[in-house]
C-alpha cells in the first residue's frame, strides 16, 4: 500500500496551491518522507523532504523560498504549500517516505514503487 497525493489542479503562474499526502492502510515508515515530481517528457525529481520527528527540512534549489514542506503527526500527513507557482513547475506530484538519514537532497532517490500522484498544472 503506497502513499496517496492530493490536492493538485489548473492555476495561473504566480498562485497558489496545497498538495497533501498520507498513507492509506498504513501509517508513515522511516527517518523522512518527501514530495518527489515528474514533467512530461522528463525523470521523477526531488522537490522537498521533512524528517518526521523533529520537522527537519530540505529543498531542491528550484523551489527554495517559494514551497514549504510541513507535517501533522496527529494526523499522519504531510503537506507541500507551493506559492508563486511557475509554469516550469508543471508535473504529477508524489510523495514518498522511508528516506534514509541524513536528510538531504533525495535526487537519488527516484526509483518505485510509487503511490497516485497528483497533477499540478500551471498556465501563465
Known amino acids: 500500500v503506497q502513499l496517496q497525493a492530493s490536492g493538485g489542479g489548473l492555476v495561473q503562474a504566480g498562485g497558489s496551491l496545497r498538495l497533501s499526502c498520507a498513507p492509506s492502510?498504513?501509517?508513515?515508515?522511516?527517518?523522512?518522507m518527501g514530495w518527489f515530481r515528474q514533467a512530461p517528457g522528463k525523470e521523477r525529481e526531488f522537490v522537498a523532504a521533512?524528517?518526521?520527528?523533529?520537522?527537519?527540512?530540505y529543498y531542491a534549489d528550484s523551489v527554495k523560498g517559494r514551497f514549504t514542506i510541513s507535517r501533522r503527526t496527529a494526523e499522519h500527513a504531510i503537506y507541500l504549500q507551493m506559492n508563486d507557482l511557475k509554469p516550469e513547475d508543471t508535473a504529477v506530484y508524489y510523495c514518498?517516505?522511508?528516506?534514509?538519514?541524513?536528510?538531504?537532497?533525495?535526487?537519488?532517490?527516484?526509483?518505485?514503487?510509487w503511490g497516485q500522484g497528483t497533477l499540478v498544472t500551471v498556465s501563465s
Open positions: 514518498k517516505d522511508e528516506l534514509p538519514y541524513p536528510l538531504r537532497d533525495y535526487s537519488d532517490y527516484t526509483s518505485g514503487p
Open positions: 492502510g498504513r501509517t508513515f515508515r522511516g527517518y523522512g
Open positions: 521533512i524528517e518526521w520527528r523533529i520537522g527537519l527540512t
